[in-house]
């Protein structure tokens, strides 16, 4: 029997080498995650869950939710992360969509989610962040050389669902093959070896600090610092301890702020990485100036993980995401045509690999509308290929806004403001922020005599979208700009609105 992703976590693994390490608190070995994984996996397999069954996690950030995940691999159970932010009414659609067998929540919220979750025939366990919770009482009395099920490169690992363009979220289906092969050519391509330690300050639901920074680290036989969430001060403190940090640009953005942050603070990181979002060419060229390194930015995506990558070695050049990752082909086509462009022109960037997803979740003609008849996913990021070969991101033709390396995606916001009373329409669009990169910002019609103001609105939307999804500002006007189609011109919005936040 063999499982494609665990045994070559397992085979990186040295047992007494340690893998987490919680600030001011206990380091984990590889050994000390073996145990507990096997004994977590076994009490899942005692409450009947079987390899394909999903379970749903949505828990705070600690050293016992990372060895879920692993747990997870090892009963052949397809992972689910879900946002902490995600309020009740959000949690409600993805329990009803990918129907897991089990969910785990902090304890906090076992009652509200359990109204929820159990119609849909879900058990409900918690995790909560100090380790404790019902599904670790569950695993104390269980055996810790739980047998792995056999997984093949094709099975699923996870499903991490990403907000549609269009109507409803999808869930992006990964195998253990897409997550294997992108986390070893990222091991290999940022060199990263037994040696390293990680600051790891990143959520542990998305792509990045799930796959990137765990697969990587896992794969690696490395260590990491473990923070619940992203503390300048504290990543500052640590980096004498460190060698590599992998952030969103606001990590960045926030790290220049510190006065703390020079050549002698970085002098025992060897790598900083940015992606999830653009990085500012001035952050770049800011950082390089402070600390004399060149962060490395690289681009991926929830459906194809890591893409590109700037080099280690050759220049890391600013405003770029670097080369085509070794397995994997970009390119870039005319929307219109579907054909090849020339190198320096301006099109969508398709990508084909093995790091790309198996398809959308139950949704196989969405799934099909995104791939092209050669088998190229199609981003929907617009970006070129300069004659040295470097990737740029030039824009997006879906409808997106990304705020803190979060994607929000403006037609959910523009449908919940949209059913309040007294709204006759609505428009939200991303504008420059300086922290969060976009601040997602809403255009709002009025009916003729409603009464509404920015607090009522945004008070509508408390319980009906995470907080960062929720606009920071709300803006009153008494028309939107359209096309001669009818459309509405988000692109003259954009350049309106340009200077809000500056
Ligand atoms: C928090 N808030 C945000 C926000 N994060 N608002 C907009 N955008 C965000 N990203 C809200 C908070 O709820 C709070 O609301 C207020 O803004 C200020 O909060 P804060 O204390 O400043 O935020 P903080 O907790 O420090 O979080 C900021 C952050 C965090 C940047 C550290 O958002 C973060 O960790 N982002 C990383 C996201 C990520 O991992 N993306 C990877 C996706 S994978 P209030 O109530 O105080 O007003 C992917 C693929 C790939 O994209 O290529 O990697
Ligand atoms: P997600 O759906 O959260 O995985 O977000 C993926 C999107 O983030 C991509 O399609 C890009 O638009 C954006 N993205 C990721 N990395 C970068 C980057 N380095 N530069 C610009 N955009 C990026």
């Known amino acids: ?45 005692t409450l009947g869950i079987r390899p394909g069954d999903r ?31 995600y309020t009740l009414a959000e949690l409600d659609y993805f329990i009803g969509d990918a129907e897991p067998r089990l969910v785990v929540v902090s304890s906090s919220a076992r009652e509200g989610v359990s109204t929820i979750a159990e119609p849909h025939g879900a058990i409900v366990e918690t995790l909560d962040a100090d380790g404790t919770g019902s599904l670790l009482d569950l695993a104390r009395d269980e055996q810790a050389d739980f047998v792995d099920a056999s997984r093949t490169a094709d099975d699923l690992a996870a499903i991490l669902y990403t907000s549609g363009t269009t109507g409803r979220s999808k869930g992006a289906m990964l195998t253990h093959g897409n997550l294997l092969s992108n986390a070893l050519t990222l091991r290999n391509y940022w060199r990263v070896t037994a040696d390293d330690r990680l600051i790891h300050a990143l959520p542990i639901f998305h792509t990045h ?20 969430k992203f503390d300048p001060d504290e990543v500052v403190s640590l980096m004498a301890q460190a060698t590599l940090l992998m952030g969103v640009p606001t990590f960045y953005v926030r ?14 990181m060897r790598l900083f990485i940015s992606g999830s979002a653009p990085l500012l ?37 600013a405003g770029t995401v670097g080369f085509p990752l070794p397995g994997v082909t970009v390119r870039v086509t005319d929307p219109a045509t579907g054909t090849e462009v020339a190198p320096e022109e301006t099109g969508m960037i398709e990508i084909k690999g ?52 979060y994607n929000i995606y403006p037609k959910e916001v523009e449908g919940e403001i949209d059913q309040l009373e007294g709204v006759a329409e609505s428009a939200v669009i991303g504008v420059p922020h300086p922290d969060f990169g976009e601040g997602v910002t809403a ?60």
Request: net charge positive; charged share 20%; hydrophobic share 40%.
């Open 354 to 405: 093995p790091n790309v997803f198996k398809g959308y979740w139950r949704m196989a003609e969405k799934t099909a509308a995104e791939f092209t008849a050669d088998g190229y996913f199609i981003s929907g990021d617009l970006g070129k290929i300069d004659g040295q070969g470097y990737v740029h991101i030039v824009g997006r033709s879906k409808d997106l806004v990304i705020s803190g390396g």
């Open 1 to 45: 029997m063999s499982n494609h992703l665990f045994d070559a976590i397992r085979a990186a693994a040295s047992g007494d080498a340690p893998f987490i390490r919680v600030n001011g608190g206990r380091t984990w070995t590889y050994m000390d995650a073996l145990d507990l994984s096997g004994r977590i996996a076994s009490a899942m397999d």
């Open 209 to 228: 600090g799930l796959f990137v920074a765990t697969n990587v680290t896992l794969l690696a036989g490395a260590s990491m610092f473990l923070l619940p």
């Open 281 to 317: 060419a001035e952050t770049h060229v800011e950082f390089r100036k402070r600390t004399g390194l060149a962060i490395l930015e690289r681009y991926g995506m929830t459906e194809t993980n890591m893409n590109t990558s700037n080099p280690y070695d050759g220049d890391r050049i």
């Open 443 to 502: 255009i709002v019609v009025c009916k003729p005599d409603a009464t509404l103001d920015e607090k009522a609105i945004l008070g509508a939307l408390q319980d009906r979208l995470a907080r960062y999804k929720q606009p920071k500002r709300i803006i009153f006007t008494e028309d939107l700009p359209r096309n001669t189609m009818g459309k509405v011109q988000k692109n003259v919005l954009r350049q309106k609105y340009a200077d809000l936040y500056t």
């Open 55 to 85: 379970v749903a996690v949505q828990v705070d950030k600690s050293s016992e939710a990372l060895i879920l995940y692993l747990a997870c691999l090892r009963s052949g159970a397809v992972y689910l992360p879900l946002n902490t932010a």
């Open 255 to 268: 790290l220049l702020q510190s006065p703390r942050l020079d050549r002698q603070a970085v002098a025992n």
